[in-house]
């Protein structure tokens, strides 16, 4: 596919047409498979000629839906993004809604590991990003933040989530075996330095398997603690996650 464009693709060119095994085209069944290919097979299956054969139809097809594999790509991440934020609904307890929201978007990127390092840092410019943008900001405006602050705390804030999902999501797309052992990597081998040399890792000797768990719940509590402190009115609700 070419690399031009940026704009959408025309209505009049997006008609649902079956493929060769009588299965309807659409750009929904077009971003299913994307996922599917990426999941099974990385992201280098992210093609118009895989996808072709995947779908059973003409790889020319995929022009009537999307402009090329970048148009797809955004749309695959959106997708994700919508998955992540299906149902939720932003409660009374501002910090809580924050909590619950940060936790969907890390759970979609984990539920597809491998389309998450292509996906995590782009911006889609589509529904489910402006949904997912206009929901987080919201909580923000209501929890009395002004319209600058609230932006800039919610940047602050997805950006702290994305970070830490694409690096779990990561670390789950690799073979199980090195994940086990990456996994571990650090704890085994700062057990193993020399004491009089690092008495720092030698004090926190027996602690040291925390280092192979993810720090998301931490940086998630620690983002919420900061943005509950600087609410207006003195504080806001104190962000209490679950116990250690």
Known sequence: MTDAAD???????????????GTL???????????????????????VRRLGAALGCDPSA????????????????????????????????????????????????L??????ALASYRVTRRENEFHSVETGVGILLGAGFPPARALRLYLAFVDTVLGHAALDAATLALPAAQRETDR??????????DAAEYP????????????????FEDALELVLAALAAQAPGGGGRPAVGPET
């Open 25 to 47: 085209l659409s750009a929904e069944l077009i971003v299913d498979c994307a996922l599917r290919l990426i999941g099974e097979h990385g992201p280098e299956a992210l093609s």
């Open 184 to 193: 571990w990597a650090s704890p085994l081998a700062y057990r193993s330095v």
């Open 200 to 215: 720092v890792l030698a004090s926190v000797r027996d602690e040291l398997d925390i280092l192979a768990e993810s720090s």
């Open 62 to 109: 995929v022009y009537r839906y999307f402009r090329n594999t970048d148009d797809l790509l955004l749309a695959v991440a959106d997708r994700i993004i919508g998955d992540s934020m299906r149902g939720f609904v932003p409660g009374p307890d501002w910090v809580a809604s924050l909590r619950e929201m940060g936790r969907r978007v890390r759970d979609g990127y």
């Open 7 to 21: 704009e959408r693709v025309p209505h009049q060119r997006r008609r649902r047409r079956p493929t060769r095994s």
């Open 111 to 116: 539920a597809h590991p491998r389309a998450a």
